[in-house]
Each structure stands twice: as structure tokens, then as C-alpha cells.
């Protein structure tokens, strides 16, 4: 019973983050098709669009078999961090903060969810 609780948070997280990254996709589709957008601008959202359908790939894949892939979760808190402190060189102060707040708060749920798998595969590993 206490190992559905525990796949039952990480699918929860993984929807979270799909759904995150399909608000993010469909937000950067609407820029990209706007007819004011110079050629150089759309190059970035082309790539930043790629990046969110990729992610969104990657939860899926990572949906199929999370105890399995539960490395997977680490592996993605590093473009969030990368994104997250370039994005903060163009931010002020308050909106620095509260982007960093937002970002220590997600990664944590990354690192509990992978905590949470790591300790069921062993338990699954143990019953065998």
C-alpha cells in the first residue's frame, strides 16, 4: 500500500512537469507565429520549442517505467538550473528571488521523487 503512495507522488510530479512544459510549448508556439517576429527571434523559439516537446518526451518515457528511470529525475534538474540562472541575469531583484524560490522548490520534489524510487527499488529488489 505505501508503495502506491509513493508511485502515486511520482506520477503526480511527472504530470506536474508535463504539464508545465505543455503550457511552456504552447505559450512559445503563439510567439513564434506572430508575423512581427524577426527571422533571428523565431531560430530561438524554434529551439526552445524543441527542447519543451523533448522534455515532455522524456517524462513520458520516464512514465513507463519510473523505478527504472528514476535517474532520469536528476538528470533533469540540470537544464532547469542552467535555464533557470541565465534567465536570472535579465530579472530584478524580487523576480530574482522568487524565480530562485520556485527553482529550489521544484528540484526538491525532483530529489524527494528520486529519494522515494531509489528506496522502492530496493524494496522491490529485497521481495524478490
Known amino acids: 500500500m505505501r508503495n502506491k503512495y509513493l508511485l502515486t507522488y511520482v506520477y503526480i510530479l511527472a504530470f506536474i512537469t508535463i504539464a508545465i512544459?505543455?503550457?511552456y510549448t504552447y505559450e512559445l508556439f503563439g510567439e513564434f507565429l506572430k508575423s512581427d517576429i524577426k527571422d533571428n527571434y523565431k531560430q530561438i523559439f524554434i529551439a526552445a520549442i524543441?527542447?519543451?516537446l523533448s522534455w515532455i518526451a522524456l517524462m513520458i518515457w520516464f512514465l513507463a517505467e519510473p523505478i527504472k528511470r528514476k535517474d532520469i529525475l536528476l538528470l533533469t534538474t540540470i537544464p532547469m538550473i542552467?535555464?533557470?540562472?541565465?534567465?536570472?541575469?535579465s530579472l530584478g531583484v524580487t523576480q530574482f528571488?522568487?524565480?530562485?524560490?520556485?527553482?529550489?522548490?521544484?528540484?526538491?520534489l525532483y530529489f524527494i521523487g528520486y529519494y522515494l524510487l531509489k528506496k522502492l527499488s530496493v524494496d522491490v529488489h529485497s521481495n524478490s
Do not use: P, T, V
Open 21 to 23: 512544459n505543455s503550457f
Open 82 to 89: 542552467i535555464a533557470n540562472f541565465l534567465n536570472n541575469y
Open 97 to 108: 528571488l522568487s524565480n530562485l524560490l520556485f527553482l529550489i522548490i521544484f528540484i526538491s
Open 50 to 52: 524543441a527542447l519543451e
